[in-house]
């Protein structure tokens, strides 16, 4: 753990509550395509995966509504929704001190709204490496193992934190330590609900 030179961040559950931003977002579609609302096993769903994989998904017993699905979508922003989402607390803080002492990536199942977020928030500056789903999706291993080789590091010297299967699945692939952010179910090498938890936890090992 002393050897630990890079950090890989999910975006939504992670950097952000987007639960609710995501919820409004994809009803607003449903709305627009006269399809009812989002369930729950649904809501979970689009919280997890790309914009094209989500729609793929909701719409997968509507087929002859997903053309316009897509259509209200490309001309629907999703910063029209930035309001409903929530900075995690300690965020910023957490950032300001890591910076300097780790490389810092994002990775995320986001596409076009990523960095119009990250901006909104004032947090663009911190990443050193944003990688989305327009150029790789979370489901291909591809989208972790891109971001050690761009920074030279092996498995064992990065973290990932995450908050879903998706980001479980994606670490196991690669062979990176996940740290679950306030999910106790993923396989992880530990769960923590603050990021004051992960600079403790980075602190200690490094001093060990």
């Not at 961040?9 to 009812?36: H, M, W």
């Not at 911190?126 to 920074?151: C, G, M, Q, V, W």
């Amino acid at each position: 753990m002393k050897d630990i030179k890079l950090l890989v961040f999910d975006c939504d559950g992670v950097l952000f509550d987007s639960r609710l931003a995501n919820k409004e977002y994809y009803n607003f579609i449903l709305q627009k395509t006269g399809r009812p609302p989002l369930t729950e096993e649904e809501l979970e769903y689009v919280h997890m995966h790309s914009l094209r994989e989500c729609l793929e998904y909701l719409f997968r017993n509507h087929p002859e509504l997903k053309e316009r699905a897509f259509e209200v979508a490309k001309n629907t922003p999703y910063s029209d929704f930035f309001k409903y989402v929530r900075v995690e607390e300690g965020l910023k803080e957490f950032l300001d001190w890591a910076y300097s002492r780790y490389y810092l990536a994002l990775c995320t199942n986001r596409t076009t709204s990523t960095k119009p977020l990250l901006q909104y928030f004032g947090l663009e500056g911190y990443f050193h490496l944003i990688r989305t789903a327009l150029e790789i999706p979370k489901n291909d291993p591809r989208a972790l193992s891109s971001i050690l080789e761009y920074f030279s590091v092996s498995p064992k010297e990065a973290l990932y934190i995450g908050d879903s299967k998706v980001d479980e699945a994606l670490c196991l692939s690669c062979r990176v330590p996940l740290i679950s952010f306030k999910n106790p179910h993923l396989k992880a090498l530990k769960v923590i609900t603050h990021f004051g938890e992960l600079k403790a936890f980075l602190e200690n090992n490094l001093s060990q």
